[in-house]
């Protein structure tokens, strides 16, 4: 029951009508209805005024926010994820439909491996702030390592219709579409990107993926070489090579 309607019952109470047609009341059963009354009122006048100040009364301080950020920067730092996210979620309680929490968040959660949680966040900072970049290459990543191409790809071409050559948005989507077995489409992306940046060692590994996907096992072995001249510690470049080899 609402409180105006709590109310309401009392007043009728009070000028209820009794047998003898006239409003008569014990006074000391008046006295403690009125009582009442002016409680219910201050309740009334208060509840409204807290829900019309709730955003000030609930903001932090920007000493808080900036402690809190502060403390989950440092946790990362360490690799302890846990206490990072413990330490964000003060100010998500505050302002959980913001951009700058929700993407601090998604990445917290994917660096700890806890992918439905990170999807979760970024997708609230990309509701935020829906022509960022940032949260939507956070949710590829984020795609990727919990292995939903499918995902990775829709949000993929949504970065490169306004991005056409971002950086991370072609590569997290030339991997899908590769793990996707859409070899052609992954391989214009590759060359795409490679005209842009030539010897770059991540599109260089992944074109000698491709080719080795693709049965063209000269091209891939060709490939690997250049990668580990440029990159001798690639580790996908010498598993892959040492097979090719054999």
């Keep these: 029951m609402s409180i105006c309607v709590y109310l309401s019952s009392f007043v009728v109470q009070y000028f ?21 009354i002016t409680f219910l009122l201050l309740v009334l006048f208060v509840s409204s005024a807290s829900m019309a100040d709730f955003s000030l009364v609930n ?22 994820y846990n206490d990072a996210i413990k330490s964000i979620q003060l100010v998500y309680q505050r302002y959980e439909a913001t951009y ?21 966040h970024y997708k609230k900072a990309i509701k935020a702030l829906p022509n960022a970049i940032s949260p939507k290459l956070g949710l590829m990543y984020s795609y990727l390592l919990a292995k939903n191409y499918e995902a990775v790809n829709k949000v993929g071409y949504q970065v490169i219709s306004t991005d056409y050559y971002n950086y991370y948005g072609n590569f997290r989507l030339a991997v899908a579409l590769r793990q996707l077995n859409k070899l052609d489409l992954a391989e214009k992306i590759l060359i ?37 001249i440029l990159d001798p510690e690639n ?4 598993t892959v090579l040492g097979t090719l080899i054999k």
């Design 16 to 36: 209820a009508i009794l047998p003898k047609g006239h409003y008569v009341l014990n006074t000391l059963w008046r006295v403690n209805l009125l009582k009442k």
């Design 192 to 228: 795409k990107m490679l005209i842009r940046y030539p010897g770059d060692t991540l599109y260089l590994t992944q074109l000698g993926l491709l080719n080795n996907q693709q049965k063209k096992y000269l091209r891939a072995k060709a490939i690997f070489k250049e990668v580990l």
């Design 59 to 80: 903001k932090l301080s920007e000493d808080q926010i900036s402690q809190a950020y502060y403390k989950s920067y440092t946790y990362e730092k360490s690799g302890n």
């Design 100 to 120: 700058g929490v929700n993407n601090r968040l998604g990445k917290l959660f994917r660096m700890n491996a806890q992918y439905r949680n990170s999807i979760s």
């Design 235 to 238: 580790v996908n470049a010498k």
